[in-house]
């Protein structure tokens, strides 16, 4: 079944239909109009993650760990944007691996590096970095959501799984009647930009209930004397 789509000409257009800013094209020039529907696109973006339907938008990729090497660079194709969970896969054996915070870094450091089930990792700018450092080459596997595709052609276009372009030209109509200063105009647009808002909350998708919050057990499979070492250090 083919997606529901809409071309960055065909979005430009909606959103000057929504914004009553039909026909100025001197005052909201295509270049300024494709800026806003971009704009909608980064927002409607961080709407969809924050309320459930992350599960659409997520990649998979594979890395590989270099051994003596603490940093993995992170996906590009396509970019990377927030982390979904992260595995590991050793001597047939797969692993979740948790962040770490910076207070706990210093403990980790005692952990045995041979034993990829114990990493844990930070994000540092576009790289994984793991604690401790690898001392071997290991796959990981990574589920993530990427940065949203901006459009830039005419003919570019966007995928809305549930109607999703609506928010997008919303978003775009919103800031040409900004720029405009039509008060019944925007007040509309931010009436229809709310009622998309709650559409999509209410329609999100049920998010994974087998997973625990805040409470993790970070030990792995075959809890050995490794681990207890490490989880008997002393803590401030």
């Not at 996906?75 to 927030?82: A, E, Q, R």
Request: glycine share 4%; no cysteine; proline share 8%.
């Amino acid at each position: 079944m083919a997606l529901p789509t809409r071309t960055l000409a065909q979005l430009r257009d909606e959103a000057r239909q929504r914004a009553d800013a039909e026909g100025k094209l001197e005052r909201f020039p295509d270049v300024d109009v494709t800026r806003n529907v971009n704009k909608g696109i980064q927002r409607t973006h961080d709407f969809l993650i924050t309320n459930g339907w992350h599960e659409y938008l997520l990649e998979v990729t594979t890395l590989t760990t270099v051994a003596d090497t603490a940093t993995v660079a992170l996906p590009v194709t396509p970019p990377f944007y927030k982390l979904r969970h992260l595995r590991v896969t050793y001597n047939g054996r797969d692993h979740r691996l948790h962040p770490i915070g910076d207070e706990d870094i210093p403990y980790q450091t005692n952990v045995n590096s041979k034993n990829p089930l114990y990493w844990r990792y930070q994000i540092h700018g576009a790289n994984l970095r793991l604690f401790p450092t690898p001392s071997s080459a290991e796959t990981l596997t990574m589920h993530y959501i990427p940065s949203p595709t901006l459009l830039v052609e005419d003919t570019d276009t966007y995928n809305g799984w549930n109607g999703w372009e609506e928010m997008v030209v919303l978003h775009a109509a919103r800031l040409i009647a900004l720029k405009d200063a039509t008060g019944p105009t925007l007040a509309n647009i931010d009436l229809l930009l709310k009622e998309e808002e709650m559409r999509l909350i209410e329609l999100a998708p049920e998010r994974d209930v087998g997973a625990p919050e805040h409470v993790i057990d970070i030990a792995p499979d075959g809890y050995d004397d490794d681990y207890a070492a490490f989880a008997a250090l002393p803590r401030p």
